[in-house]
């Protein structure tokens, strides 16, 4: 297969770049700057873009078997101003619009757009259990997640099917937001996030990465997708969980008001509240899950 990568070289893209390496797959990695990164793999290609438009590189889209949308501006763990709230906004926004005017130039169409997005689409709805049917909130998370989804949508009017999988937090030993986490433990100081009772939704990278395999190979993946393991587990148990991979203890809790000093909005949205997400969908799609639980998904994470 012919599979074009935007964001390929950040955390979740170049996971699944290594994991679709040994499949033999004709592998195209979009980047504004491809002279300042290093591959090191001669089967991957490294094309520039602008992240805004298809100039210079939609010739690549032509009869691709799938374009991949994980670009945009991390998220985490820096706080949020409002500079950097337009960024994270805006460039999503403008790499969705870029796929589409790529897909417009092309003879042969893709035969699939995978389009990031998260469960931040669902906002902090309480002890809810969440489906891919749930509305959207209209925070400043949900917002942008509705944005992102919609930057792409115009593909499917030119006949390209395409999945959105609305990820949780992914855990992994390097990259996203777990060793953020698991740094208090390391200095036996770690424990539950406030009061500990809010749903986490969480996935463990290897299963993200066999989720959106699936998203780009079976023919039936359409809409909207939640990328979160079956069991979605409270802050409490998590670090309990977390404590036990580490061999650390979890009886210190960081309290509310610590977090809100220092990253104001992003604690309310990332740390203290939550959603409670079910993977319906990815479920009846037959997919099986590698970690169903946290204790298995951490253990492995934290394997010596």
């Known amino acids: 297969m012919k599979i074009i990568v935007a964001g390929g070289t950040g955390f979740i893209g170049s996971a699944l770049v290594n994991a679709l390496l040994p499949e033999k797959h004709e592998i195209i990695v979009l980047s504004r700057a491809p002279e300042k990164i290093k591959l090191a793999h001669p089967a991957i290609q490294l094309v520039k873009w602008d992240g805004k438009t298809g100039d210079g590189w939609a010739r690549y889209a032509d009869g691709a078997d799938a374009l991949v949308n994980l670009a945009g501006e991390p998220i985490a763990p820096l706080p949020w101003f409002g500079e950097r709230k337009i960024k994270i906004r805006a460039s999503r926004v403008d790499a969705g619009h870029a796929l589409v005017d790529a897909v417009r130039q092309t003879r042969n169409k893709p035969r699939v757009l995978v389009q990031a997005s998260a ?58 937001i777990l060793p953020l986490m698991a740094l208090p433990f390391q200095f036996f100081i770690g ?10 939704s969480w996935i463990h990278l290897a299963d993200e990465i066999a989720a959106i395999k699936t998203l780009i190979q079976n023919e039936n993946a359409r809409g909207a997708f939640n990328l979160v393991a079956p069991n979605p587990t409270r802050n409490a148990d998590f670090s309990k969980a977390l404590g036990n991979a580490l061999a650390r203890p979890s009886a210190f809790p960081t309290p509310a008001f610590a977090l809100k000093l220092p990253f104001g909005e992003m604690a309310e949205l990332l740390l203290l509240g939550g959603q409670r997400v079910a993977p319906q969908r990815l479920t009846q799609l037959g997919f099986q899950f590698r970690f169903p639980t946290i204790e298995a998904a951490l253990q492995d994470v934290y394997r010596k």
């Open 119 to 176: 469960v931040g689409y669902y906002g902090l709805r309480g002890d809810d259990m969440l489906t891919e049917d749930a509305p959207p909130d209209d925070d400043y998370l949900a917002q942008v997640c509705v944005a992102w989804e919609n930057s792409s949508s115009a593909v499917e009017a030119q006949g390209v099917r395409r999945a959105i999988y609305r990820t949780g937090l992914v855990l992994a030993r390097r990259g996203g």
């Open 191 to 200: 424990g539950r996030v406030g009061d500990g009772k809010q749903w986490m």
